[in-house]
């Protein structure tokens, strides 16, 4: 086993550590930091295969921004994990099958690319000179030309994500006060302010006597 091999494992066991440790920490800070963990193992692997690119790629948009968003939404809507656990055990059986099922269909893909006995067809990359390779050029061109439906849905899956992030985000709060538009433009300025008519000047009291004792004065 050659130097690269060894890195590959390396990296491979790290990383299937990070993701075991994702679903099953107790802290959702620390699901979200061995999450990084596993972002910088992928790219690491990446690497290897001289896909600088994809590499770069996740850790700059992944670790640098999608990461730092989680952080920012799992401090913000302060989740009561008591809550969250309460019926784990009486959804286990569907989560474990859903979870079972995605697994088969992983490998059954993974299976059959293994399996495919035709050799890869070559990247056509427009307007390249002879003997200049760019993996990202070559990337480009194969996800809008050969593998332009996925990379919509994958798009239309990520505007979703936003809408659904902007609303558990602007959720009402029972703690802020808040007035409505339409109630501040129908309100009247008598029910903002009451005129009082007051006497501008009062006359002082008498002043009490010297001998005079508190039962006597009032």
Known sequence: MDFKAGLFYVFSALLLFAAFRVVTARNPVHAALYLVLAFFQAAMIWMLLKAEFLAIALVLVYVGAVMVLFL???MMLDINIDSMRHGFWRHFPLAGTIGALIALEMAAVLMGGFRASEAPKPIVVLAQA?????????????????????????????????IAAIALTLRGRKDSKHIGASAQISVRPADRLRMVQQAPTKPAEPLPEAGASPETKA
Not at 134 to 153: A, H
């Open 72 to 74: 920012f939404v799992v």
């Open 130 to 162: 002879a003997g200049q390779a760019s993996n990202t050029r070559d990337l480009g061109v194969l996800l809008y030309s050969e593998y332009v439906l996925p990379v919509q849905i994958a798009a239309v899956i990520l505007l979703v994500a936003i």
